[in-house]
């Protein structure tokens, strides 16, 4: 398990490399990666978290993933500070011997680290700058867990 | 203790970061504390449903004790991922 949290931009295709490297007894791995998204004229997105408690929230995240599903290993990183649309913001990967535990690990990895991780995020734009508001579906989301 | 402020609960009462000695029992004492402070303060806890807090940096309740506790933290609903 490997969780990163930081400020600088990440290489996607080396992370996704190097976690799929030295697994010979797993057959699937499954990467997921969120984009800043270019909305309504937006020009930058800033990430604020809080250092300590995020870690911990997340290493809980993937331990939790680990006793739910059969996996190989899982990966997160997830950025803070500004950050332009296109660039990445965050990506998980697990790896697992079967496919489904590898989408379904994913997916709820995805599901909590959108509303138990703490991080906020700010959209600015030409007219000034919004806090994102949490919405109702992402709380939702989790009950299916 | 110290308490620590996220996002706009940050912006609104115009700091990170305080020490605060209170005699509160629970995070809804603390937060009544605070309200009677300033203005500030009583625009940021105007609504506790749009808040989160954390105590000693794990997700938590406002009807929780605050014995023992050396670290609180508001903020709005997460926004990860």
């Known amino acids: 398990m490997r969780i990163v949290v930081q400020e600088a931009p990440f290489d996607l295709g080396a992370e996704t490399s190097r976690f799929a490297e030295g697994h010979k007894d797993q057959g699937a791995i499954v990467t997921f990666t969120g984009l800043v998204r270019e909305d309504g004229g937006m020009a930058r997105m800033e990430i604020e978290h809080y250092p300590g408690m995020t870690e911990r929230a997340i290493t809980k995240i993937a331990e939790e993933a680990v006793t739910r599903w059969s996996l190989g290993d899982t990966l997160v990183i997830h950025r803070f500070g500004p950050m332009q649309p296109g660039e990445a913001i965050m990506m998980v990967a697990t790896a697992a011997p079967h496919r489904k535990d590898a989408f379904e690990a994913a997916e709820f990895l995805m599901d909590y680290l959108k509303s138990r991780a703490p991080f906020w995020k700010k959209e600015i734009g030409p007219d000034g700058s919004d806090w994102v508001a949490a919405k109702d579906e992402d709380e939702d989301a989790l009950d299916r867990w | ?81």
């Open chain 2, 1 to 81: 203790m110290d308490i620590l402020y996220f996002a706009w609960v940050r912006e609104r009462i115009g700091l990170p970061k305080e020490k605060v000695e209170t005699g509160a029992r629970n995070v809804t004492e603390l937060v009544e504390e605070l309200k009677a402070r300033e203005p500030r303060y009583a625009a940021a806890f105007e609504d506790i449903s749009a808040l989160r807090v954390a105590l000693d940096q794990e997700l938590s309740d406002f009807d929780a004790s605050l014995e023992g506790v050396r670290e609180v933290a508001f903020f709005p609903p997460m926004t990860g991922g």
